[in-house]
């Protein structure tokens, strides 16, 4: 006697049609059926319908094999081949479908991606998110919505008018943190609370970045990574050949450099182009002339920003300024590293992206923590968030599912010189790191925890314009009392007291 039903594909038999459902297989129907009917074996709802004919109609664009549904409530032919969609996808389909875009079951369209990623190391790392992506969804056009600037000041000016318009890309790169207030995110954005329930992001993320991720009481972004910003890079060679260490402090730090002055070499080279390098230096000097503790409580008003490691820090600072190349304004952080990899600079302070710029460079670099950071931890994160208003929500579902899964974060980080930001990476996965990588992964696990304020952790957009509008002019006018003044007032705007 023939079954009545739902038949799977030659070869598929023997395993549970459960199980295989979850992991999203091929089905081929043995007899009419209705699409909620489908929905109700494979999947033990018919409310996942809309799923199932978006993720089938989906594969019929690239494979003519399958069937291409045209209505939710017809009925499908005895030996047509649908597909079955992973229950989490099918989740978070119901929890973003909007059933007034009957649009969004036919399939294809495109995914426009915004970020800042366009050097060395992090153009390679999203283009190996694309590849994963592409290999799921292979209907959807990926358009690669990319502005140049490092740390995303240029690209934030672009996207915020875009957002206010209602023309916003599909899904865009944001610093965790306070940065999602610039965006205004209750009006702007889509809170993902359900997308973290369904796939389990809130158990592999760990608690201190879940915190970070966290405004007004839900999540805005799905991180795929973690980036260290105060690493001191310095060339092996010229290390070598003069027989010098990677400095712990200061003091060591300005010998090298009086030093390597001496020679014809520029000790300390710095970028500033983008206006945030130069900050992004000053901030790493805070960590060291502040205990974490006190570092922290900058941007929260309980260490006040007339603090003597503020002082100290300008001071610092202020001495560097003559040791750095003097074309230091027109490099960016990713052209000034040009001169460690041609041995005519000797050291750069930058984050771990820096990392990988090398590594697609083939540029062999050593590191250490900034001088006085050794057990400090600078931290920020990427991540993607999805406004309200995207063109293409149910391509976004599956590019944060990307993002946040642990293939995802492995194959991006090991090529943009960052660790994954999920907690189960096993000892087999650390080993495919590079040696800096895997050393990041031991220090993010034991050092104390600050947060960036450049790169959107620590401090609102507002307040992190004024902090480098401050450390942008001190460059020039080289005032430590007058600047501490002006930090002392961008707080207060900030605080409100």
């Known amino acids: 006697m023939k079954r009545k039903g739902i038949g799977l594909l030659v070869g598929l038999v023997a395993v549970g049609l459960l199980g295989l459902a979850q992991a999203g297989v091929p089905l081929v129907l043995d007899s009419p059926s209705a699409l909620d009917a489908v929905a109700l074996k494979a999947l033990g709802d018919k409310a996942f319908a809309p799923a199932i004919m978006r993720a089938t109609n989906s594969k019929a664009l690239v494979d003519a094999t399958y069937y291409r549904i045209s209505r939710l409530d017809e009925v499908i032919p005895a030996g047509a081949k649908v597909f079955i969609p992973e229950k989490t996808w099918a989740q978070a389909f119901l929890a973003v479908w909007d059933p007034n875009r009957v649009e969004d079951l036919f399939g294809g369209g495109k995914l426009v991606v915004g970020s800042w990623w366009t050097a060395g190391g992090e153009a390679e790392g999203l283009e190996a998110l694309f590849d994963l992506y592409r290999q799921r969804y292979a209907d959807v056009v990926i358009v690669n919505a990319t502005v140049a600037g490092g740390a995303g000041f240029v690209f934030k000016a672009v996207l915020k008018p875009r957002l206010i318009a209602g023309d916003p890309p599909d899904t865009f790169q944001l610093h965790a943190g306070l940065e999602v207030e610039g965006y205004s995110p209750e009006v702007y954005l889509r809170p993902l609370d359900d ?247 031991e220090d993010w696990a034991r050092d104390a925890i600050v947060p960036s304020v450049m790169h959107g952790a620590a401090a609102p957009e507002s307040w992190v314009v004024d902090f480098k509008d401050a450390i942008n002019l001190f460059l020039v006018t080289k005032d430590v009392a007058g600047t501490q003044a002006a930090l002392v007032a961008a707080a207060r705007a900030a605080l409100g007291k």
């Open 195 to 441: 997308l973290y329930a369904i796939y389990g992001w809130d158990k592999v993320f760990p608690p201190d970045l879940l915190q970070l991720m966290l405004y007004k009481g839900h999540y805005w972004g799905v991180p795929v990574n973690i980036h260290r910003s105060n690493v001191l890079w310095y060339s092996k060679e010229i290390f070598a050949r003069y027989n010098l260490k990677p400095p712990a402090n200061w003091e060591e730090f300005f010998q090298i450099c009086e030093f390597l002055k001496g020679k014809g070499i520029v000790p300390i080279t710095l970028a500033n182009a983008g206006g945030w390098e130069a900050p992004h230096l000053f901030e790493t000097i805070l960590a060291s002339t502040l205990t974490p503790e006190e570092y922290r409580g900058l941007w929260t008003g309980e260490t006040p920003w007339t603090h003597p490691g503020v002082t100290r820090a300008l001071e610092v600072l202020k001495k560097i300024l003559d040791y750095v190349n003097a074309d230091y304004s027109a490099h960016t952080w990713d052209t000034v590293l040009e001169y460690i990899a041609a041995g005519r600079g000797a050291m750069n302070v930058m984050g771990d992206w820096a990392m990988g710029w090398f590594m697609a460079k083939g540029v062999d670099v050593g590191w250490a923590p900034v001088p006085g950071t050794k057990g400090v931890f600078v931290a920020l994160s990427d991540t993607f968030a999805f406004p309200k208003r995207a063109p293409n929500p149910i391509n976004v579902i599956g590019w944060l599912e990307v993002c946040g899964s642990k293939a995802g974060q492995i194959a991006f980080n090991m090529r943009k010189g960052s660790i994954p930001a999920r907690t189960d990476i096993t000892p087999e996965e650390k080993a495919q790191f590079n040696p800096y990588l895997q050393s990041c992964m």
